[in-house]
Each structure stands twice: as C-alpha cells, then as structure tokens.
C-alpha cells in the first residue's frame, strides 16, 4: 500500500475520525467501562480478520481509536477500510458526537 497525501487522506476519512499528523483517530463513546471492554472485543476480532492493528485506549466512558500503517509511515486505503467496519461495530455510523483527543468536561 502508498502512504496517501494529506488532501486526499483528509478528504476520505469517514464522519466522526480526525487525521492527526500520520494516523487517524476517533473517540467513540461507549457510557460505561464495560460496555467500552466489550466493543475493543469486537474491534480486536475486525482488525485481525483485517490483519490490521489500531492502537485501542479503553476509558470509564468511551474507547479512542488510532489507526496507522506503520509500513508506509502514514495513513493508506488500508486504514481507511476498517473505520468503516469500526463505525458499524460501535452500532453508529456514524457517531457525531466523537471527537479526539478527549478532553473532560
């Protein structure tokens, strides 16, 4: 896979997921902390079927999202496939009101 260019990365990312630097990123709001456990259990189960790897951050109230082709040194059409298989996991596709980094209120 090519590391796609910032415009056209940018413009390709699915409602709710940021491009941060190399990666891409959303934050995904789950309510509680087992809930939260039970969803990165699904992702996990995406990502290796997908036999990609997003770096997962599990809060009390939502789960962050990191994803990166480490080969290629930035963001590929690889990493723009499994958002789409996340946002459909988290019962939200997609979810408006994530953002990233999460900031308490």
């Given at each position: 896979m090519t590391k796609l260019p910032y415009p056209e990365g940018a413009r390709a990312?699915?409602?709710?997921?940021t491009l941060l630097l190399s990666r891409i990123a959303t934050r995904i709001p789950t309510g509680?902390?087992?809930?939260?456990?039970?969803?990165?259990?699904?992702?996990?189960?995406?990502?290796k079927a997908a036999n990609h790897h997003?770096?997962?951050d599990l809060r009390p109230s939502a789960v962050g999202v990191l994803l990166s082709s480490h080969d290629e040194g930035g963001v590929t059409e690889r990493d723009l496939?499994?958002?789409?298989?996340?946002?459909?996991?988290?019962g939200a596709a997609p979810v408006r009101s994530r953002t990233w980094p999460h900031r308490p209120a």
């Open positions: 990312l699915p409602p709710g997921w509680d902390f087992a809930t939260g456990l039970a969803l990165i259990d699904r992702i996990g189960a995406a990502a997003p770096d997962l496939a499994l958002p789409r298989a996340l946002d459909e996991l988290a």
